[in-house]
């Protein structure tokens, strides 16, 4: 059973690039970003506060992975909520056990997030830390937004990802940091099948 596991900031190339991992191995995907944010859309859509420890863990373990929709997930204001109920220990207990859980589906999974290859998933055969300039990260978010037929300013996003940043490398649990024996992606300069094809060089080396 192989696992492989995917950190990085928001906006990296991330879930694009482990999308295309998965399917192009076999493996069964699981974008975490959308465990934390399945919890905090059920606090908001229940009406409950975002700062209560003990009501969002009680949100988080009723949490099904099966159930989670990426359309109804990827609000940018959601993200933002999301980031702030991934402070809490006791919901990151609940869907960490869950995530592990699910990284031993065979024949093989692909775990992406923020603590895959430090907490979740620290044995995992393969572990990749893309990354990409804030600026560029906020501009590929812009025009996603915009695509999408929405509205966004780049001033207005660049400073919701470096907020977001900040938040999820400066909390004391799980922070966000590459494994010591993570691959480097920085996607900056890359289309997202150059970023593709270095992943596959680095999966297939390390899988050999
Ligand atoms: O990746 P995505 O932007 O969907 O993640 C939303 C938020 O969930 C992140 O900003 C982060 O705070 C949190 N998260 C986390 N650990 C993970 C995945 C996401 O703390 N493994």
Do not use: N
Request: aromatic share 4%; proline share 4%; charged share 25%.
């Amino acid at each position: 059973m192989t696992t492989i596991a995917i950190d990085g900031p928001a906006a990296a190339g991330k879930g694009t690039l482990s999308r295309l991992i998965a399917g192009a191995y076999g493996f069964h995907h699981l974008d975490t970003g959308l465990t934390y944010r399945a919890v905090a859309k059920a606090l908001i859509d229940a009406g409950l506060p975002l700062d209560d420890e003990s009501v969002a863990a009680h949100a988080a373990r009723e949490i099904d992975l099966s159930g989670l929709d990426r359309a109804t997930l990827s609000a940018h204001a959601i993200g933002d909520a999301a980031s702030k109920i991934a402070v809490m220990p006791e919901v990151r207990r609940a869907l960490v056990a869950a995530q592990q859980a699910f990284s031993r589906k065979a024949p093989g999974t692909v775990l992406d997030g923020r603590d895959i290859g430090t907490v979740v998933c620290p044995d995992a055969e393969v572990k990749l830390y893309v990354t990409a300039s804030p600026e560029i990260r906020a501009r590929r978010r812009r025009d996603e937004i915009v695509t999408g037929g929405g509205q966004a300013d780049y001033a207005t996003v660049l400073s919701d990802i470096e907020r977001r940043d900040a938040r999820d490398m400066g909390r004391t649990d799980s922070p966000l940091r590459p494994a010591a024996d993570a691959h480097l992606i920085d996607t900056s300069t890359m289309s997202i099948e150059t970023a593709f094809q270095a992943a596959r060089a680095i999966i297939d080396a390390a899988l050999e």
